[in-house]
Every structure is written in structure tokens, then in C-alpha cells.
């Protein structure tokens, strides 16, 4: 073992590093030689810079939508989202006007009134700006719409009752917006204020306008028919028998005193004869009437006679006291 001098601490330590190192040299020790490993750099890390990331990317990831099946749409979490079809319809003016217009009320302040009683009609609308009521006319099973009043879509109306031949007074709130009508009916029992001149009293000729009236008649039976005269009004009243209409007709009676009875040109068949007077005048100038009715088939007869108008018929008796009943406006007789 070598032994070192004495030299100072650093130098002492720097002495016995080399003189170990020597003496293993020279005894021939085959160790290997420790190299100190030099001490890594520090090297300084990178500042972090900061970036702004957006939050959306600006090119979204497409997403494939499932598909569904016919006729189903997707239900949305919050509240009602209407799918748009295809194609949107054009909005015209019957898509929005149909189902619009109705009828609020229709009524009358009575159910039941007399012959000539003025009452009160109440109505309201919606989906029109006016509306018609009509006073409805005829049978039950073949009225008319009669007198009209062009009203607002509400208001009240006060109108006179007519009762017809079934004793009711009918009137229909028409309301019409160009696309659809609807329709509502109002109904008012009538009672007669007017009884007939003749019982039993007629189904169907409604309330008497006025009381029976006596009057002066004539009557002449003709091929196809008959006539009368009812000097109360000078009229003639035609029927006829040929089963087609009008089923009677009725004219003012335009002969006067002085004027010729007959024409002496016209030459009836054996036992037939040419009416006179105001039957002949009526009967010469109006072919109509000459040729559906034929020749008289007797003279004119005189007697007393009650006739009776009413809201559906004209009565009168005849000269064997049967009742005639004239309908409507040449409709029958009966």
C-alpha cells in the first residue's frame, strides 16, 4: 500500500485519486477506468402560446338521418313542430271559406200567433256579412221561397204571419258566402182568425183573408171543361178537363153592354153551341182557351153563390152546392 504525503485537504484528496490510479496502473489491475458522465444542460422548455379553438367548427361532420317509415314523422321533445309538405298549397278563397259559415240562432219570440200578427224573427251568422230570410210559401212537401229581406249577419226583423195551407207560418235564414249555403227554418203555429163559409174545413187551404163573400155567379159547361162569372170582382174563372196545365186560368171579364154577344162566322157542330156575352169574348180571343175547352155543351145557367179566398185556395159553390176549391196559381181544382 502506498502511503501519500501530507498535503492540504483538496490537494491531499487530488493526490490519492492520481496516486491510486498510478499504483493500479503499475500493479497491472484490469479494471476498467470510470469516466465521469458530464451533467446534462438544462434546456429551457417552450412557452406555451395560447390559441384561440372556435367552438363550432366552421365545416360540420355530416350526420346520416335515419330513415323512417311511410307515413311516420319524427315526434319533437317540446311542443308541436308541423312538418312542411313538399309542396305547399296555394291558398285560395273555398280552401279558407268552407266550414266558416254557420248559423248562431234563428228563432221567433212565439211559437204560436194568429192570422196577420206581426211577430219577431232574431238571428245571427257567422262567416258571411249578410244573409236572406225568405218567407216560405206553398205545402209542406213543396214550399217556395216567397217574399225576401236582405238582412245583416244579426239583428231581429218583425214580419206579418201568412199561415200556409198546413197552418204554419215558415221562414228560412239563407246564408250564402259564395262558396257554401247553409240553411235554417223557423216555424209558427197559425190559427185562423177566419173561419170558412162550408164545413168540414179544408187541410190544405190554409186561414180565410177575409169572410165569405155572396155573390151573383154564372156557370156554362163546355166539351173540356167549365166557366164561371162572379159578378162580386167581374171575373171569369176557366177549368179544364184536359189533365193539363194550368188546370184553370182566371180573367177580368172585358165585355160591355153594346159590344157583339157572338161571332156569326163560327158555326158550332149539332147540339153544341158558342158561348156569349163575357164567355164568348174570353172564349173567341184567347186560342189557348177555344181549343181546350171545345164547344158549350149548354146554355149559361144564373144562380147565388158565397166564394171565400184563403192563403192556399180560392172556394166557391157551385150551382148544385158542391164546393170548388181553385189551388195556387192554376196548380189544381177540385
Known sequence: MCRLPVLTRSAARLAAVLACWLTLSACGAALEPIIPTPRPTQTPLPTETPTATPRISPTPIPIERPTLPSGVTPTPLLGFAP???????????QALAVGLVRVEYFTADVTAAAAGDVITLFWAVQGADVATIYRLEGEAEATVRGQAWRVPRSGSLRVAVRPNADGLARFLLVVNNGVEEITQEVRVTASCTEGWFFTPTPADGGCPDLPAVPSLAVYQPFERGMMFWLAEGRTIYVLFNDNRTPTWLA?????RDGQPESDPNLNPPDGLAQPIRGFGLAWRSRENVRQRLGWATAPETAFETQFQRGAAALFLRDRDGKIIGLYGDGARWQ
Open 83 to 93: 312538418t312542411r309538405p313538399p309542396e305547399l298549397p296555394t291558398a285560395t278563397a
Open 251 to 255: 180573367f177580368e171579364d172585358e165585355y
